[in-house]
């Protein structure tokens, strides 16, 4: 295309508009540490990354060729960014569907669809497609007040999940009702009384928590990785194991229904989807995410092709690589933040001398209790082995304060 133009002329082109000309312009709505990770497998294949967030030094920000700092449910915002990418895709689904439908309306494209965010940012509205679809997921019903909670509680059983329907994330919409008497201080928590949508589950009783990550192309080509075990506390993931140690039957019937459930939605890009298994074998839906999912960060270093550049071939409409594991087992443990201080690591040299661990720091300014800071990922020859290397280097790392 260039074959004319020598270096004087390129030098006179606006940059933006150059680069329009060279490469693929992948626009990521949010900056976190999926839009960090998706963003360093968009470079590697020739992209140039645009970023919408609402400041200017989030985690992917650093790596984008250009910055837009705006609110993501903001039209204006979305449009700015499409208007300056190729293709535009999510790193988040609390992106209001409807504000998304307006770069659709406008003929930006943008993977996953408004439709698939519409389907699953909305808890509820997933759970009756994903049901309506023939799926296996825990008994759930719509409240509108306390005395719904209560009569779902003896409908369903106690102790109950209230869950709210949207904005959700690491558990923190989700409240355990013991009995009817905790329904109004579990609605009045996650905000039902000022007119926050709520929704009820029955507890599930599973032995353990599975995830699996689905990649899906523009043209209906899928990629499935294997499915993992995720080891929760206080409703927020710690520990991934790759692969799960479960029978094949119930790997086979975990990978068919997070393959099911992508295209009860329609998805297209990867997608993070988690499940539970019952003492008796039954593998339930829990959620999907419609995006790079924590529990497919191992795919890094213990996939031929991670979960992020699957997800940027498929938004792109590129062939998908290659899901298979590297090595017979990894394992991921996340760096959470214990307290509110600045986010800078400490004890990273530690963590970095321990042989095979993959150390990851998102970058992020502020840490938080809980807030999740980082990973470590090693692969081994077994999970004991795997596990052990990257529990022994993520216990070095913390955030904030001075080294001891
Ligand atoms: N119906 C249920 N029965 C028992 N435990 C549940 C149920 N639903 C959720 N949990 C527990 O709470 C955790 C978080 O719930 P869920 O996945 O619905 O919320 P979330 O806030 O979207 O979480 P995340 O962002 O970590 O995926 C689950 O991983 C599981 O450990
Ligand atoms: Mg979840």
Not at 220 to 233: K, L, N, R, S
Request: overall charge negative.
């Amino acid at each position: 295309m260039f074959e004319n133009y020598d270096r004087d002329v390129l030098d006179l082109v606006e940059p933006a508009r150059l680069a329009a000309a060279i490469n693929p312009r992948l626009g990521i709505v949010g900056g976190g540490q999926l839009a960090k990770m998706t963003a360093l497998a968009g470079l590697q294949l020739g992209c140039d990354v645009v970023v919408l967030e609402r400041n200017s030094y989030s985690p992917a920000a650093n790596l984008a060729s250009h910055s837009i700092v705006g609110d993501w449910d903001s039209p204006e915002a979305l449009v700015k960014l499409a208007s300056r990418s190729d293709v535009v895709t999510l790193e988040n689904e609390f992106v209001d569907a409807r504000s998304l439908r307006a770069l659709e309306d406008f003929g930006y494209p943008l993977y996953p669809t408004a439709s698939t965010i519409a389907l699953v940012q909305d808890k509820l509205l997933q759970k009756e497609t994903l049901a309506a679809a023939g799926l296996p997921v825990p008994r759930f019903q719509a409240v509108a007040g306390v005395a719904d909670v209560e009569a779902a509680g003896d409908a369903l059983g106690w102790p109950l999940l209230l869950k709210a329907r949207r904005n959700a994330y690491d558990g923190k919409g989700n409240v355990t009702l013991h009995s009817p008497a905790e329904a109004a201080a579990g609605w009045a928590r996650l905000g039902g009384d000022r007119g926050r949508a709520l929704y009820v589950e029955e507890f599930c009783r599973f032995d353990t928590e599975l995830a699996v990550i689905v990649t899906c192309g523009r043209n209906g080509e899928t990629a499935t990785y294997p499915v993992v075990e995720t080891v929760q506390h206080h409703h927020i993931c710690h520990v991934v194991r790759a692969p799960a140690p479960v029978p094949t039957e119930v790997a086979t019937q975990a990978e068919a229904l997070a393959r099911a459930a992508v295209g009860a939605v329609g998805g297209v890009g990867s997608f993070g989807i988690e499940l539970f298994l019952t003492a008796r074998g039954d593998v339930l839906l829990n959620e999907l995410a419609p995006r790079v999912h924590n529990s497919g960060h191992y795919t890094i270093e213990g996939c031929l092709c991670s979960q992020f550049e699957n997800h940027v071939r498929a938004v792109l409409g590129w062939p998908l690589g290659d899901t298979r594991m590297v090595a017979p087992a990894a394992a991921m443990v996340n760096l959470l933040g214990t307290q509110k201080t600045l986010g800078h690591p400490v004890g990273i040299e530690r963590a970095l001398a321990v042989p095979g661990a993959h150390v990851h720091i998102y970058g992020k300014a502020m840490s938080g209790p809980e807030r999740k800071m980082g990973h470590v990922t090693a692969l081994g020859d077994t999970l004991e082995e795997a596990v052990a290397t990257a529990q022994r280097a993520a216990a070095l790392v913390r955030f904030g304060g001075t080294e001891r």
